[in-house]
């Protein structure tokens, strides 16, 4: 069965677009923490917030996704190893 994801219209953080976040989680740009919807489910909300969310099936985004570190995550003075 397809599954499909909603992304909050015009909203990136650098080249990534948002997704709905699992669990009513507020919103994400990570493609593992996106919640999943049928095709009922996106067009119900969607209904109610027709200029905010597009609906995009998971068959055209399921290849697409990458991993990548947030910069958010990472604490430099811990992490990074000074050259000598």
């Not at 990570?30 to 119900?44: C, D, M, R, T, Y």
């Not at 909300?45 to 027709?50: G, M, T």
């Not at 055209?60 to 996704?65: C, E, F, N, R």
Request: charge should be negative; proline fraction near 1%.
């Amino acid at each position: 069965m397809e599954k499909f994801y909603l992304v909050l219209e015009g909203k990136y953080n650098g080249n990534f677009i948002t997704f709905w976040a699992k669990g009513g989680g507020g919103y994400t740009s990570n493609f593992g923490k996106a919640e999943e919807f049928s095709l009922g489910e996106a067009q119900s909300i969607c209904k109610s917030n027709p200029n905010k969310f597009t609906i995009w099936k998971g068959s055209h985004l399921d290849d697409k996704w990458i991993s990548v570190i947030d910069s958010q995550h990472i604490n430099r003075k811990e992490g990074v190893v000074e050259n000598d």
